[in-house]
């Protein structure tokens, strides 16, 4: 490659509360050469993005389209309940849907938690947004339920957040085409899971000859190891002193000289 030739750059998107942080600095460590672009995107469009070619990989809020779409789940996030600092539930630790019942629980457009039945009352209408949402729990109109990446990413001084009992979680995972299982992928793969950099898996098989010089250096199985020398045999005698000492080593038989009975 020629100082004016550029590498490709690989193309990742996330959605809102996602971190990849950890995940990109891995990447330019062991890839300097292979920029990384990252773009945050809405979490219902980001299937689109990968389907259409706009990305190369996601890491995005399941779940994905798995006929057309491969996944590999990372982590699912707890789910929380934001409310005003001085709201009643503030004064539990872990809320349960019954304690909402009274409560105009938001439910924004954009949600990314899948629901059975929401619990409390809903509002008139659906906000556009979960930011649009927060502002709405800031001017005391009601609640809203997120996963708490969402909470973290939407902070403010007067709000806060408890956990949610008996509610629906979000997962995140890494999401790419399944047709477009490429070596860069691959390497993305081996750094969301944590593999070493020197590690194989997912970038084809160990080449043949090193296979073979491995093996070779392997003791056969089963085989023990050939001794390299017998035991020193004693001076004086192939087989050392007797029991009891007798001249040249020969042993005494104990029962010589002694006459038979009845004779």
Sequence with gaps: MTGSEVSPSFRLVYVPGVMPDKWVRI?????????????????????????????????????VDRTVLSAIPLYTEQTVVVVPRDHLVTAVDTVSPEDLADEIVLHPLDDVLTWEGLPGRPALERPATTADAIELVA????????????????????LTHRPLERAPESSVALSWP???????????IGIVRGRTVNSTRGRGQQPA?????????KPA???????????????????????????????RNPRRGRPRRGS
């Design 27 to 63: 990447w330019n460590e062991r890839l300097p050469d292979v920029p990384l672009t990252l773009t945050q995107v809405p979490a219902g469009s980001a299937q689109g993005l990968l389907l259409g070619g706009d990305a190369d990989a996601g890491l995005v809020r399941l779940p």
């Design 139 to 158: 001017a005391g109109i009601g609640v809203l339920v997120v996963p708490l990446s969402l909470a973290r990413l939407h902070h403010r001084k007067d």
């Design 178 to 188: 399944e047709a477009a299982t490429t070596d860069r992928v691959e390497d993305l």
């Design 209 to 217: 000859q090193e296979k073979k010089s491995a093996q070779e250096k």
């Design 221 to 251: 199985q089963g085989k023990k190891p050939e001794r390299t020398a017998r035991r020193q045999q004693p001076a004086g005698g192939s087989a050392g002193r007797g029991r009891r000492g007798g001249a040249g080593g020969a042993t």
